[in-house]
């Protein structure tokens, strides 16, 4: 879905953050799913930074201020169309 999304005109840079995997295992999920954006592996420092609950998926959107915004609704996403309405309602 987020893979959808980021490929569209218009959208937002898309990125993951794996939190609980192992690298090798987020890799091969990853790969295995054709996902196409950037993954990255937390060590610690993003979930303080961000005060993550320890539930998954999260989503956040940072602004283009610096600061960072969770996205709550939906906690998980269907199609592209609420990505776009879930940005819109946080945007400053």
Do not use: C, H, W
């Not at 005109?9 to 799913?33: C, H, K, M, Y």
């Not at 993003?46 to 283009?64: D, I, T, Y």
């Not at 201020?65 to 906690?75: H, L, M």
């Amino acid at each position: 879905m987020l893979d959808t999304y980021a490929d569209e005109p218009g959208s937002v840079r898309v990125v993951g953050i794996n939190l609980q995997d192992n690298p090798v295992a987020a890799l091969e999920l990853f790969t295995g799913l054709g996902v196409g954006y950037a993954s990255f592996v937390d060590v610690g420092d993003v979930r303080k930074a961000l005060s993550a609950p320890p539930v998954l998926p999260l989503s956040f959107l940072v602004q283009p201020d610096g600061s960072v915004e969770r996205i709550t609704t939906p906690a998980v996403f269907d199609n592209p169309a609420q990505i776009r309405a879930a940005i819109s309602e946080v945007t400053r």
